[in-house]
């Protein structure tokens, strides 16, 4: 047995058993037989990853990528059982300004020379380490040796490449276990194949294989190889080299990575960015930041990472607007691509580029939804913008910008749903810049379209600049206003305040519910309903209609964000008129000032309420109540695939299909209780009833354990809720979901579920719940699953219709 048995590595892994047992959604572990010795089991640990950001850390290691074995009892002097640490990764480290302890005047406090900055490689971690003198595992962050349902895992081919560098150098991997036991290392380097899969960055051959990036102790604590001795052990064992550089203070690592951020290019490659190795050092004396130190003691080792936007974001955007040309039904042309991914004029002219493609060659693309073929795409049309059709097609794209343009008078119109804030923001700036101004609420009749319409061309007489204030949430809306003044000379500037819908339904539909909420009785027509909640059913209508702002409906659109508070949202658009229309910078005060007005605002004119029909004051039975959690599926369960290690590849053609026959369920609910178990469950009915009934609900959170899937259905597992600890709860909301979670039985908590999608219109969505439960209770036969990694979401109780 390994001479490398230390009490504080037994002890870590105990604490991780207890830790485990106490709150397993903190901390799982799974557990595999060593591929070289199927007679020892390994266990790798797993943190939910939201949690890495907590000070104090609820873990008792930041270690990301940990296995551990067993020891027989009879294996120490004492006669207690104990436990080894067999392959240790680095601690979770962040981005700059990710967390407090990572912006770079805390960096500079806090970290001392020398700083090492290493290439951050864009393939998969592996890990390398033995188990005897003779024998060794490779790893991926979390798993090893085969998978079900995975023809070949990303540890399997680590391995193959391991034996592959290792007979380039005439070793073998007995003599690499040899090593490595006697050091008590672990190696970790980067899987990077093409063939094998495609990431953003391009590799080619002579890069493909295991670029060893970093040498760890096998321990508890944190140590890390230099760069000399990684370097050295990668040109003895036949490992790829992984370039780096070594600085001497922050300031050089921020000069550095700032002229490389200009071009995102280093050495002559396009990067994502450097890893930073430096250690912690105590604080100069003076110091006013010790609630940002580092969670590490003077002397460990510490990492951060600086990341490059350009262009390897912009190539992320390629291959996004890719695949949502080709999941679309129907003429490419009529794709909805988001205007988040076409901010770059080399990204419209891609997109112009590759439809073509698609069209003309559409067996370049079998297989891009399955993550081949990205590199070679990008490649080609990279290629096209050398000649003189790629050239002029980008020169075409720069003189289409709306700064080309001269303009008269500007139409300032927001595209917006109730709750957003584009009646105060637009009282705001009319209070600042004496705009015109109309809405369209205060007109009465039923033709109210055309009158809106006139209101805003007559303003235009005698205003340069004239808000139409409306929510403009369609297109012909926008088209409407484009109508009215194409003919005016000199050409009217649209100008959109864009309130984007690019959140979760449920997300979108609380902010703005609360604002309604919030507001009372001060609206024209949309006024709070405590009772039957008829404003959020308006709202709910406002989201599904709503048509994104399209590329080039309107010449400037300002991105506002729907989180904002009305003086950041103020303040957004402030900054848009005096850049844009060349307006006076206002001061502080008279911005206040102005918030100060939109937030006292009351309209002038209001609508009578209408007489409800006694049918229609008793509300109707809602079908169920359920949380709705405020989690965008399609971009949580897309990343979950592309990043985790190995995933089955009858989940990846699921899910895949999915997406491509727009099967998402798209506003995502976990059913508590259904009217059909009624009257059994009237209990849990009436509690779920009150909490719905509430002016301001309470809250909860969830953590998303599994996606699990058949051959008809995919679900996600929901295995622990819990009160959410933000503000929003208040004391009155919050005993009362605190009541409601201690009175939810486990019954009713192992069915808890999202459905994803079905396989077929026809395939009942209810079906989710009998796989969930299948899965649960271990008939896993036919049954497909897939560990999600810490992630959690938010929600509240809503009785729901549909």
Known sequence: ???????????????????????????????????????????????????????????????????????????????????????????????????????????????????????????????????????????????????????ETHSEVGHRWLKKHLEEKGKTEEQLASKLWEKNWTTIAELCDDNFEEHVLPYPAEKSGLHLHGINETSREFHTMPTETVNAFAEEWGFIKTPTITLNSIPEVKSFTDDIAKTGIWNGEALEGFVVRTHIVDPKRGSTTRNARPPYPTGSSFFFKVKFDEPYMMYRDWREVTKILLSTKGPLNDAKLPKSKLKRKETHLYVEWVKKEIRHNP????????????????????????????????????????????????IILPVAIPGCGKTAVSVAL??????????????????????????????????????????????????????????????????????????????????????????????????????????????????????????????????????????????????????????????????????????????????????????????????????????????????QMEDASDVPENGKAFWNALVTEHRVTMRPHITVVHNKSLPDAIELWERCSQLHRMALPPSFTFTLGHLVWNKRVMAITVDDFELDGSPDNHSSAGQEGSEFVSKLSEEVRNTLHITVGTSDPDVPPFEARALVETWRFGKRSGIGSLELDGLTARGRIKGLFN
């Open 1 to 151: 047995m390994s001479t490398h048995l230390r009490q504080e590595d037994s002890q870590l892994i105990d604490d991780l058993h207890r830790l485990s047992k106490k709150s397993p959604k903190l901390v799982r572990s799974t557990v595999y037989n060593a591929p070289s010795d199927p007679s020892i089991s390994l266990r790798s640990w797993k943190m939910n990853e939201f949690k890495y950001y907590d000070v104090p850390s609820p873990f008792p290691t930041l270690a990301r990528g940990l296995f551990s074995r067993e020891l027989p009892c009879g294996d120490d002097s004492k006669g207690e059982q104990k436990y080894q640490i067999v392959a240790r990764g680095y601690d979770k480290f962040f981005n700059i300004g990710e967390v407090p302890w990572t912006d770079w005047s805390t960096l500079s406090l806090h970290t001392g020379p020398t700083y090492t900055l290493s290439l951050k490689s864009n393939g998969c971690i592996i890990f390398i380490a033995p188990i005897s003198p003779s024998k060794l595992i490779v790893t991926s962050k979390h798993a090893l040796g085969p998978m079900q349902g995975v023809s």
């Open 430 to 639: 009319t209070s600042l810049f004496n705009f015109g101004h109309t809405q369209s609420d205060d007109i009465q009749g039923k033709k109210s379209a055309p009158a809106f319409i006139r209101n805003v061309v007559n303003l235009l007489k005698h205003h340069d600049v004239v808000i139409a204030d409306k929510n403009n949430h369609l297109m012909q809306h926008r088209d409407s206003l484009r109508e009215a003044v194409a003919k005016m000379d000199p050409p009217v500037r649209l100008l959109a305040l864009n309130w984007s819908l690019d959140r979760p339904q449920a997300t979108i539909h609380r902010i703005c519910g609360d604002r309604v909420f919030a507001r009372g009785d001060k609206h024209q027509t949309l006024r709070a309903d405590t009772l039957a909640k008829v404003h959020e059913d308006v709202i709910w209508q406002f989201i599904r209609n709503a048509e994104e702002l399209a590329d080039k409906e309107v010449d400037v659109s300002i991105e506002m964000d729907i989180e904002d508070t009305l003086e950041q949202a103020v303040d957004r658009a402030v900054a848009a008129c005096v850049s844009i229309l060349g307006l006076r910078q206002p001061s502080a005060k008279e911005i206040d000032e102005a918030v100060h007005k939109a937030r006292d605002y009351v309209p002038q004119t209001k609508k009578p309420q209408e007489q409800k029909k006694k049918k229609n004051d008793e509300q109707s039975t809602p079908r169920y109540f359920g949380f709705l959690p405020e989690v965008d599926l399609i971009d949580v369960i897309g990343k």
């Open 363 to 410: 067996n370049a693309f079998s297989e891009y939804l399955k993550g081949k073929g990205i590199i070679a795409t990008r490649e080609r049309f990279l290629k096209w913008t050398e000649t003189n059709e790629g050239k002029k097609g980008l020169v075409v794209e720069s003189e289409a910008l709306p700064t080309a343009k001269e303009f008269g008078k500007t």
